[in-house]
């Protein structure tokens, strides 16, 4: 089955630190793969994309992510978190072709210490 | 700009009454979708649309309505056989393969 795993729920630290947030997914083949951030009551905003090419995109606000195809992973990394990064971020795969359809993760919520 | 809207922003609704949340984008997208969000959930799919007189149902379609009559438009009726229709409603839109979401609709039941 098509799946997302976002294995943490929740995730704290302190600003200034790096972070690394992890999405594995089960899929037939090798999907698009995106990661969206929410602030609360908010609706969710594109930080990258991965359809193919070189592993390691780039994404807004200093992000970037790293497709490891042999791991089933992609994810999401920033080496130093400003306190407007709390949010929850989403993971989510969609079809490379054809019908457009998408899973997303659970997502996980980022809360960062001054 | 370019964008989804949705409206309204926040919906009360009685128990038995069905309401439509409005979505609209100016993007000349294709594809539409309409999404529910339940806390500690994710986002899962009601309905989509690749394209105007034509959707399909998705994951949770039980208990709502879609039409899409023009290329712009895609309202979601959430109707009284909704069991449990207390949720934050998200738009979406594509042409490139990447959603570009509107900002939400949360409705809440009395």
């Known amino acids: 089955a098509q799946s997302v795993t976002q294995p943490d729920i929740h995730i704290t630290v302190s600003e200034g630190a790096s972070l690394e947030l992890r999405c594995n997914y089960s899929?037939?083949?090798?999907?698009?793969l995106f990661w969206y951030v929410q602030s609360p009551g908010q609706g969710l905003q594109l930080l990258l994309k991965?359809?193919?090419?070189?592993?390691l995109v780039q994404g807004i606000k200093g992000f970037e992510a790293e497709f490891k195809r042999s791991q089933s992973s992609f994810n999401l990394r920033k080496p130093s978190v400003h306190w407007s990064d709390a949010a929850e971020y989403f993971c989510?795969?969609?079809?490379?072709?054809?019908?457009?359809?998408?899973?997303f993760g659970t997502g996980t919520r980022l809360k960062v210490l001054a | 700009d370019g964008g989804i809207t949705q409206s309204p922003k926040y919906l009360f609704r009685k128990e038995g009454q069905n309401v439509t949340l409005s979505c609209e984008q100016n993007?000349?997208?294709?594809?539409m979708y309409w999404y529910r969000q339940d806390p500690g959930q994710g986002l899962r799919l009601i309905y989509y649309?690749?394209?105007?007189?034509?959707?399909q149902k998705g994951d949770i379609a039980e208990g709502y309505s879609v039409s899409r009559e023009k290329k712009e438009s895609f309202p979601l009726t959430v109707t009284s056989a909704q069991k449990n229709p207390t949720a934050f409603y998200l738009c979406?839109?594509?042409?490139?393969?990447?959603?570009?979401f509107g900002e939400g609709s949360r409705l809440t039941v009395l």
């Open positions: 979406a839109s594509t042409d490139t393969g990447e959603l570009f």
């Open positions: 899929y037939g083949a090798t999907p698009y």
């Open positions: 991965y359809f193919s090419g070189d592993t």
């Open positions: 989510a795969v969609g079809a490379p072709s054809g019908t457009y359809k998408y899973i």
């Open positions: 993007l000349n997208h294709d594809a």
């Open positions: 649309s690749q394209i105007v007189n034509d959707f």
